[in-house]
């Protein structure tokens, strides 16, 4: 196995708490950060075998689906019916959901069309109560795949990060992509190079 070799990378050292998701009795020592993932300029998550392979060669794709917010996150562009929308890609959260700003948008039909609930969203250092309706069989096209979700969330208003100044997390996106989706795929690609999100199922 070849392994690549990453010099001189710049650690930012944060308190225990902010690494710590207490509702799941979980902490974490370390994250890799953008400024190093930016250098591997592709990344191939593979599922099946449970590893992370980066190309020596970042593959060329006709698509282009992904571009990074004001701090460094993946936004990925997709398609739910008639809507082109706009994505966080969370890879630390094990469900995907719609915002603030899609349930502003759609409101009439989500009230009439969803099932209204209450549940804790958890994230680093922080711990959000939100009111949420769940929809049935939201359908997402991601570049060229095409994936159907049982049930997702629709978040009725701002999730707040835990950091001081208590930015909004899902503010001006529709919502974000979490494991929900990334795993029904045998691997996943991410190139920071060309900017894009794929899929791939190894037997098809």
């Known amino acids: 196995m070849e392994y690549s070799l990453f010099k001189n990378v710049v650690f930012h050292i944060i308190p225990d708490e902010q690494s710590a998701f207490p509702l799941v009795n979980l902490s974490v020592s370390g994250f890799i950060g953008f400024p190093l993932i930016n250098q591997m300029k592709e990344i191939k998550i593979d599922n ?3 590893n992370i392979v980066v190309p020596q060669t970042p593959a060329k794709h006709g698509v282009s689906n992904m571009f990074l917010n004001d701090l460094g996150y993946p936004v990925i562009r997709l398609e739910s019916g008639q809507d082109t929308l706009l994505f966080l890609l969370d890879t630390g959260a094990q469900i995907s959901s719609f915002s603030k700003k899609y349930y502003d948008t759609h409101s009439e039909i989500i009230i009439e069309k969803g ?3 209450k549940t804790v969203m958890i994230g680093l250092g922080a711990n959000n109560a939100a009111e949420i309706y769940k929809l ?3 359908s997402f096209k991601i570049g060229n795949s095409e994936i159907t979700l049982p049930k997702i969330n629709v978040i009725t208003k701002e999730l707040l990060s835990a950091n001081a100044k ?3 997390v899902y503010k001006n ?3 974000a992509i979490g494991q929900d989706v990334l795993t029904r795929f045998d ?3 991410i190139n920071y190079e060309s900017m894009y999100l794929t899929f791939s199922d190894k037997n098809n």
Request: glycine content about 16%; proline content about 6%; cysteine-free.
């Open 48 to 50: 099946q075998a449970g």
């Open 115 to 117: 099932e209204y609930g």
């Open 136 to 138: 049935t069989d939201v």
């Open 166 to 168: 208590e930015r909004p």
């Open 173 to 175: 996106f529709d919502g």
């Open 187 to 189: 691997e996943i690609i």
